[in-house]
């Protein structure tokens, strides 16, 4: 009876299941079965000849070092800003200004950064020209580290911000009360609380930076790392499945280990009973030297995309400065240019339509539901599992799990990649979301005669329509930016902005790219300030 109780429910709960086991645990399997096999015969002889070469060893050191640094600089730097936005007294403006722009690069594809940098720091880059020499070498390990840096300081920032946001003032002043020096009260107060969330900052940056295949496919150039190694195994002129799949399984193993240490690290997280709502300390040297290190933080930002909204409006680059619209206009016309933007923009929408819903009847299935704890679980681990892979590695194991099928290039199986890819981050906001909601609504509901469908139509998902604003928002933007798992899938009638975008990097067509990652960029930043309104306005009809 409790379970015909519960059907709607546990119907969910399986299409979800089953999407998750075809699309997700399927393909993850093979790629595992791929990286053992050698004939009939299953072995460990692939591993033992990927590890044994010298290539890879120097790879997956560079990808190590490279990583560790630029994680360790972007957690300092996201940590500077966001004390600057919660512990100084500057304008509100100047610090919304400074939040928003530290985020900004989560709107154009990681691509795009290394060819930025390029043209900013290259021997006919922006800054090079005007200051008369090329201050290092762009390619390998100065380019990746800071592409790495500029794709990590988001997330990094919403990390530490966050957490900040929650971190109780008025121990500063009993800390103070007590005699503490100003550095004990500021490490006692101020950074132990944010231990276990610089640590979460550290991992997840450096996480980030060890799957990118972006960065790396444009800035590497000699210096191998292990994603630009799979890229070449899979891709390349000469591709070794097996060695690919074997290189896609060792990928798997930081993203699960730095998903453990998160979850232990939990424990070293300070939580308070209560908020107190204080004003900061007075301090003028503070304020001057955190607003002065914030701004160069994020105008050395804009200084590199500059070059973006500068190269395609010259004739030229760097030698011929006239302005012009040429480079624009050759795009708009050229038809396959615009279809491949139309599909980006298709493609972007359908995945943040089907995949609000999916995260919606998850997180519905998890929080608002009555069905056992070991049914729920299996989504929450569903949930982790797709937070810990990589980008790469999903759309390498689609291709290997439906290459000559009829899925195989089309926009079908971008668009469910897409979804498995993203799921983790939105269906825990949804979650949140719904949390929050009186429990009693749906007993409520009940006992005045209304259907469990009627109930979530009409009180669940009024209530949560800000939420599902801001899951369709992620979506869409995310599936405008992405290029590690969609590069394994497109084929020439499915190309997407950012595919396209690593195709017309063989040809050096790099007016072309920028008004392509300009489109994008305008693209998201429209959506963004669409989805931020509507959110304002629901919220302001609600209180």
């Known amino acids: ?260 240490i998160i979850n232990y690290l939990e424990r070293f997280n300070v939580r308070y009973n209560r908020i107190s709502v204080m004003e900061n300390e007075k301090n003028t040297s503070r304020d001057v030297f955190c607003g002065i290190f914030s701004v160069l933080i994020v105008l050395g930002i804009i200084a590199i995309f500059a070059v973006i909204a500068i190269v395609p409006f010259v004739k030229g680059w760097p030698y011929n400065m006239v302005f012009t619209m040429d480079n624009v206009n050759k795009v708009i016309e050229d038809s396959d240019l615009l279809l491949v933007y139309k599909n980006s923009i298709i493609v972007a929408i359908i995945t943040s339509v089907l995949g609000t819903i999916l995260v919606y009847g998850a997180a519905i299935v998890t929080d608002r539901s009555s069905i056992n704890s070991k049914a729920k679980g299996v989504i929450e681990s569903i949930a982790s599992v797709t937070n810990t892979i990589p980008g790469m590695v999903l759309g390498i194991s689609f291709m290997l799990a439906f290459i000559g099928t009829s899925l195989q290039n089309t926009f079908i199986i971008i668009i469910i990649c897409n979804l498995v890819h993203f799921f983790a981050t939105p269906y825990m906001m949804m979650k949140n979301s719904l949390s929050k909601m009186n429990l009693s609504w749906e007993k409520t509901a009940k006992l005045m005669g209304d259907s469990w469908i009627k109930t979530i139509v009409r009180i669940i998902t009024p209530n949560a329509l800000t939420s599902l604003l801001e899951v369709f928002s992620y979506y869409f933007i995310n599936a405008m930016v992405t290029v590690s798992a969609v590069v394994f899938l497109a084929g020439a009638r499915t190309m997407v902005i950012t595919t396209k975008i690593k195709e017309l990097q063989h040809f050096a067509k790099f007016n072309e790219i920028f008004v392509l990652s300009l489109l994008i960029l305008f693209t998201n930043l429209l959506a963004k300030i669409v989805f931020t309104m509507l959110v304002k306005i629901l919220e302001r009809k609600n209180n």
């Open 1 to 260: 009876m409790k379970r015909l109780k519960n059907t709607e429910n546990w119907i969910i709960w399986t299409v979800i299941f089953l999407i998750f086991v075809v699309f997700l645990f399927y393909p993850l399997f093979l790629i595992l079965l791929k990286s053992l096999k050698i004939g009939p015969s299953i072995k460990i002889d692939n591993f033992t000849r990927v590890l044994s070469g010298n290539g890879f060893v120097q790879a997956m050191k560079n990808s190590f070092e490279i990583s560790a640094i630029a994680s360790l600089i972007t957690t300092f730097l996201s940590f500077i800003i966001a004390y600057t936005i919660n512990y100084t007294n500057l304008n509100t403006a100047f610090k919304k200004i400074i939040s928003v722009l530290a985020v900004l690069p989560m709107l154009l594809p990681t691509i795009t950064y290394g060819f930025a940098i390029i043209y900013s720091f290259g021997k006919q880059g922006l800054f090079t020209k005007l200051l008369g020499k090329q201050l290092f070498h762009v390619y390998g390990k100065n380019g990746l580290l800071i592409g790495y840096i500029i794709y990590t300081l988001p997330i990094s920032f919403m990390l530490i911000n966050n957490t900040m946001k929650y971190v109780d003032k008025k121990f500063s002043i009993v800390s103070k009360i007590m005699g503490d020096s100003t550095i004990k009260t500021f490490i006692e107060t101020v950074l132990r609380p944010l231990t276990g969330t610089f640590a979460a900052s550290f991992i997840q940056c450096f996480f980030l930076c060890f799957t990118d295949f972006g960065i790396p496919a444009s800035v590497g150039g000699k210096v191998e790392v292990i994603a630009s190694v799979l890229y070449k195994e899979m891709l390349g002129s000469v591709p070794n499945l097996n060695n690919g799949a074997v290189v896609a399984v060792i990928m798997l193993l930081p993203s699960v280990i730095s998903i453990l």
